[in-house]
């Protein structure tokens, strides 16, 4: 069993980049893919990224994925910043059959 | 293009089963992936609780796997999660969605309550 741990919070300035982290406790992070999500206030979440890096159809190529095994983490970054990139975002990869969700961070553009 | 929609009752009593159908459409639930169940508490994260497989196995999160069956109608291109034995601490917004990139329902809010 392990658990992904992301930041509770991040903020930047629109039109820079940010990055948002979601560290694996236990074995490798290039084991299983990874997934990213993002969730506006008061909506259900959307496929970002899936197996790490690819994006859906409709996704813009701002949004990238990325892992580091040697850091155990998966990265997310997000570049040309909007206002409406405001949200909360969750990795989510799998533990066998077994999803496992990041706790969440929280995206403020200001 | 994909979509799915959670339906069911919005309010269960403590106890009873909560059962919450996802209907597919723009797609075959026949044509491989996975198909989960993911909940989400008022003001908290997401808990996966369950994923089926197109061809019916399934598998549900090890904390709730003995109140869960999740099971597959492919002729109404549907998947359905019971849930037994709830507790006001079931209470939450439950989604549905495909795994691998797939799209998620709009979810709707369960709220257990006598």
């Known amino acids: 069993n392990f658990m992904l741990t992301q930041p509770h919070s991040v903020s930047e300035s629109p039109g820079k980049t940010v990055t948002i982290s979601c560290t694996r406790s236990s074995g490798s992070i290039a084991s299983n893919y990874v997934q990213w999500y993002q969730q506006r206030p008061g909506s259900s979440p959307t496929t970002l990224i899936y197996?790490?890096?690819?994006?859906p159809s409709g996704v813009p190529d701002r949004f990238s994925g990325s892992i580091d095994g040697s850091s155990h983490s998966a990265s997310l970054t997000i570049s040309g910043l909007k206002t409406e990139d405001e949200a909360d975002y969750y990795c989510q990869s799998y533990d066998g059959d077994n999803l496992v969700f990041g706790g969440g961070t929280r995206l403020t553009v200001l | 293009q994909l979509q799915l929609q959670e339906s069911g009752p919005g309010l269960v009593k403590p106890s009873e089963t909560l059962s919450l159908t996802c209907t597919v459409s723009g797609g075959s639930i026949s044509f491989g992936y996975y198909w989960g169940w993911i909940r989400q508490p008022p003001g908290r994260g997401l808990e996966w609780i369950g994923s089926i497989y197109y061809s019916g196995s399934s598998f549900s999160n090890p904390s709730l796997k003995s109140r869960v069956i999740i099971s597959i109608d492919r002729p109404k291109n549907q998947f359905s999660l019971h849930l037994s034995s709830v507790t006001a601490a079931d209470t939450a917004v439950y989604y549905c969605?495909?795994?691998?990139?797939?799209?998620w329902g709009r979810g709707t809010l369960v709220t257990v309550s006598s």
């Open positions: 969605a495909r795994h691998g990139g797939g799209g």
């Open positions: 197996e790490d890096n690819q994006r």
